[in-house]
T-cell receptor, first 113, second 116 residues
Framework: GENVEQHPSTLSVQEGDSAVIKCTYS??????FPWYKQELGKRPQLIID?????GEKKDQRIAVTLNKTAKHFSLHITETQPEDSAVYFC????????????FGKGTTLSVSS | DVKVTQSSRYLVKRTGEKVFLECVQD?????MFWYRQDPGLGLRLIYF???????EKGDIPEGYSVSREKKERFSLILESASTNQTSMYLC???????????????FGPGTRLTVT
């Protein structure tokens, strides 16, 4: 089955710096790649997602890139702010509806001011 | 606003007890999911359902079963609770066809289950 590896497990940056989180997946049939953010004590929330027919997607300070050949995708956060501090999860899905997600183990991002 | 609710925020049960975790969503979503979340292990899919009375195994179904008798309600059952099932359990729901290529899952607040 699908396996998703996520790195790094922890990431500390200064406010204003950029942060990059990387994920690799094992099954080339995967076609949907969302990223979820979970603040302390709260539920995960979708922040951005990308389908396999798109190489890059941006939404303000966040962007996701996908390299299908290498089977990896990355989350980029620019101009980080303290409120970006959270656990970030990548995920991959193989089914046609993009529903059954396999998540990475998460990256704890700390942004210090 | 999508609302996914779970029956309990905290639950303490004894080893061997039968445990029911309930999840309800109010947005007429077809898909519902149960995950467990453990530190350092991320979110692991236990079971999911595409429709009423339908269920599919996720990555870690052993020791669990599910029930979906109504579209809005998805129950997770621990037939005989064990200490290694102590965890945070998260329910989620989503539309089966998504919107604009996105299949966003909306999560409930979680149930922290302790089995002693």
């Amino acid at each position: 089955g699908e396996n998703v590896e996520q790195h790094p497990s922890t990431l500390s940056v200064q406010e204003g710096d950029s942060a990059v989180i990387k994920c690799t997946y094992s099954d080339s049939a995967s076609n949907y790649f969302p990223w979820y953010k979970q603040e302390l004590g709260k539920r995960p929330q979708l922040i951005i997602d990308i389908r396999s027919n798109v190489g890059e997607k941006k939404d303000q300070r966040i962007a996701v890139t996908l390299n299908k050949t290498a089977k990896h995708f990355s989350l980029h956060i620019t101009e980080t702010q303290p409120e970006d501090s959270a656990v970030y999860f990548c995920a991959a899905s193989m089914d046609q509806a993009g529903t059954a997600l396999i998540f990475g183990k998460g990256t704890t991002l700390s942004v210090s001011s | 606003d999508v609302k996914v609710t779970q029956s309990s925020r905290y639950l303490v049960k004894r080893t061997g007890e039968k445990v029911f975790l309930e999840c309800v969503q109010d947005m007429d979503h077809e898909n519902m999911f149960w995950y467990r979340q453990d530190p350092g292990l991320g979110l692991r899919l236990i079971y999911f359902s595409y429709d009423v009375k339908m269920k599919e195994k996720g990555d870690i179904p052993e020791g669990y079963s599910v029930s979906r008798e109504k579209k809005e309600r998805f129950s997770l059952i621990l037939e005989s609770a064990s200490t290694n099932q102590t965890s945070m359990y998260l329910c989620a729901s989503s539309l089966i066809y998504g919107t604009s290529g996105s299949y966003e899952q909306y999560f409930g607040p979680g149930t922290r289950l302790t089995v002693t």
